[in-house]
């Protein structure tokens, strides 16, 4: 089975400071990959950026990077220099080799002045 | 611009009756997802589908039926025997899940509620 755990249910940061989101996983498969969506209060989700478990390098996208520690099972999320439009809930997933997704609970983060 | 369709984007149900979500993409993706999201919570998927004719039950999918008849489409119904329909529903596709590192893209969503 495939759990997402992400234990901060709120975060506050003010604009233009650095803010890690905290993503723990569990798998039994050798291979699979975590996601981090963003969504905004319309509801729509969006991809921000993608790890593999065999890439050798932590993903970047922007000022989105993912803290991917293997033996640890975490994929926290680091947002810089963070803007007022930032203020979303944030989910982790999780995909194996069943081809599904697997989100965990979210976590609001809120920007301010 | 490609994307994926939601529609209606509020619906209302009233007890014993169906109701069905629309979900059209045109990103030429084989899969398709449906998810429904419970206020504060996660997404949990209900149904999936990797290509045409075919589909498989998630996590949740008692009280609810889809159809996969065409690759942009995949409906899904709400039966009457889902006591508790009242959620937001998201509607994903992606390109074959064979490539794992494929973002699933989303529509903007459908909110359910009981009259």
């Known amino acids: 089975a495939q759990k997402i755990t992400q234990t901060q249910p709120g975060m506050f940061v003010q604009e233009k400071e650095a803010v890690t989101l905290d993503c723990t996983y569990d798998t039994s498969d050798p291979s699979y990959g975590l996601f981090w969506y963003k969504q905004p209060s319309s509801g729509e989700m969006i991809f921000l950026i993608y790890q593999g478990s065999y890439d050798q390098q932590n993903a970047t996208e922007g000022r989105y990077s993912l803290n991917f520690q293997k033996a640890r099972k975490s994929a926290n999320l680091v947002i810089s220099a963070s803007q007022l439009g930032d203020s979303a809930m944030y989910f982790c997933?999780?995909?194996?080799?069943?081809?599904?997704?697997?989100f965990g609970t979210g976590t609001r983060l809120q920007v301010t002045l | 611009d490609g994307g994926i369709t939601q529609s209606p984007k509020y619906l209302f149900r009233k007890e014993g009756q169906n109701v069905t979500l629309s979900c059209e993409q045109n990103?030429?993706?084989?899969?398709m997802y449906w998810y429904r999201q419970d206020p504060g919570q996660g997404l949990r998927l209900i149904y999936y589908s990797q290509i045409v004719n075919d589909f498989q039950k998630g996590d949740i999918a008692e009280g609810y039926s889809v159809s996969r008849e065409k690759k942009e489409s995949f409906p899904l119904t709400v039966t009457s025997a889902q006591k508790n329909p009242t959620a937001f529903y998201l509607c994903?596709?992606?390109?074959?899940?064979?490539?794992?590192?494929?973002?699933?893209?989303f529509g903007d969503g459908t909110r359910l509620s009981i009259l």
């Open positions: 990103l030429n993706h084989d899969a």
């Open positions: 997933a999780l995909a194996g080799t069943a081809s599904k997704l697997t």
């Open positions: 994903a596709s992606s390109l074959p899940t064979l490539y794992s590192n494929q973002p699933q893209h």
